[in-house]
């Protein structure tokens, strides 16, 4: 009968035990499907913003420091000043170097204009009177070398002419001709006497015409010379001019270049954040790229969750995340998944892993994963760079795409 009881006993502890599991399973599968499927969490996951880092862009010291650590900035405002007397001056001197360029250029233009009008008028004038004296000199010497022949003819008739008369003043005084014979001869003698004397009164006045049109010749050729050797002053003051412009530019580059580097000696905020990072003193000297602080946008801060690689399997972008802040408990925010890096962790790292060793242990890779707020941070909870979270996953939701699409 013991035995009996004992064997009962035994079996309801059986059935009880049994019926536990079974719960336990039933729970564990509940507990699974309406809170463990379709999410991937992971404890990996910090705070990050797109900070901007500022430095100098030229050398210099320190002049004045307008913030703090944790100020609040402003796109634009002045965040230091570095020492800009050097570059004052340097930009007095350029100036004052432009305006000489500018004076001497100026003189150059003016007596550029002045030679130009003169010569090109001068020029015209001698190569126009050149070539009317040419023309008349050489119709002149025709003129002369036609007069020159019909003197010759003219005295040769006028010798026989002479002849003739002697000869007939003889006869007509031995009453040999009649006196209208003689009153001929003498007449022909009369005519080529005058004809002779006219040709050489036209030949002297011919003769100083050339003269005239020699010397004009020579004082027109004398222009010319005096015109071309104008020419080449033109040229010179055109190449000095040309010279000048050039150094001008050259002046006005640098000027522009020193503005610009006094403006580098005003360094602003590039965007909206806190400051931080600070590491600067006044008087200190700064060389460019050097860090000098940093800003960090709290407005425009994301997550980057670390998952591993085997719960990327279903995760695409626009799904949806929620967001634990550790400094916060039970604070929960919503966000979604933008951005799944295009390698692990390790592989962007300074000293990327070599798996090509005789002793490799397989280990699980993580892969960041950008996640961006979907709704307005509580101004009583702010969060900062670099803090810890937890970040859960929704994956039911297959959608989007793996991969950022071509912009």
Same mark, same amino acid.
């Given at each position: 009968m013991n035995n009996n009881f004992n064997n009962h006993r035994h079996q309801k502890r059986i059935k009880i035990f049994m019926t536990i599991?079974?719960?336990?399973? /039933?729970? +564990?599968?509940?507990?699974?499907?309406?809170?463990?499927?379709?999410? @991937?969490?992971? %404890?990996?996951a910090y705070i990050h913003a797109d900070?901007?880092? /500022?430095? +100098?862009?030229?050398?210099?010291?320190?002049?004045?420091?307008?913030? @703090?650590?944790? %100020?609040y900035v402003k796109k634009g405002d002045l965040l230091l000043t570095l020492d800009d007397r050097e570059l004052k001056l340097e930009k007095e001197s350029l100036l004052a170097v432009k305006e000489q360029i500018l004076s001497a250029l100026e003189a150059e233009k003016i007596n550029l204009e002045m030679i130009d009008k003169t010569t090109l008028a001068d020029l015209e004038n001698a190569q126009a009177n050149l070539k009317k004296a040419i023309h008349i000199k050489t119709q002149t010497e025709k003129e002369l070398e036609g007069l020159k022949k019909q003197r010759e003819e003219?005295?040769?008739?006028?010798?026989?002419?002479?002849?003739?008369y002697k000869r007939y003043k003889d006869l007509i005084t031995n009453k040999l001709i009649s006196p209208r014979e003689f009153e001929e001869k003498e007449n022909n003698l009369n005519i080529l006497q005058a004809k002779l004397d006219s040709i050489d009164k036209k030949i002297e006045s011919f003769e100083e015409v050339y003269k005239q049109t020699?010397?004009?010749?020579?004082?027109?050729?004398?222009?010319?010379?005096?015109?071309?050797?104008l020419?080449?002053?033109?040229?010179?003051?055109?190449?000095?001019?040309k010279n000048l412009k050039a150094k001008l530019e050259e002046v006005e580059a640098k000027i522009k270049k020193t503005e610009l580097y006094l403006s580098y000696t005003r360094i602003t905020a590039p965007i909206s954040g806190y400051i931080a990072q600070k590491s600067i003193q006044i008087g200190e000297k700064v060389q460019p790229g050097e860090p000098l602080l940093a800003i960090v946008p709290l407005d425009k801060i994301y997550v980057e969750a670390n998952f591993k690689e085997t719960q990327l399997t279903h995760m695409y972008l626009g799904q949806k995340a929620i967001i634990e802040p550790d400094i916060y408990p039970g604070l929960k925010l919503e966000g979604k998944?933008?951005?799944?890096?295009?390698?692990?962790?390790?592989t962007f790292s300074l000293l990327p892993p070599e798996n090509a060793v005789g002793n490799w242990i397989k280990v699980v890779q993580r892969v960041p994963v950008k996640i961006l707020f979907t709704e307005p941070i509580p101004a009583e909870y702010p969060l900062r760079v670099g803090l810890s979270l937890e970040v859960t996953v929704f994956t039911s939701e297959k959608t989007g795409p793996r991969l950022r699409s071509a912009k």
């Open positions: 599991v079974i719960l336990l399973i /039933i729970l +564990s599968f509940l507990y699974w499907f309406f809170l463990v499927r379709g999410r @991937e969490f992971t %404890d990996d900070m901007a880092k /500022i430095s +100098s862009r030229i050398f210099g010291t320190i002049n004045s420091i307008l913030v @703090e650590n944790d %100020d003219t005295i040769i008739l006028l010798n026989q002419a002479q002849k003739d020699q010397s004009q010749i020579r004082s027109s050729r004398a222009i010319l010379e005096k015109s071309k050797a020419q080449l002053n033109v040229q010179r003051t055109k190449l000095n001019i998944v933008v951005g799944i890096r295009a390698g692990t962790g390790t």
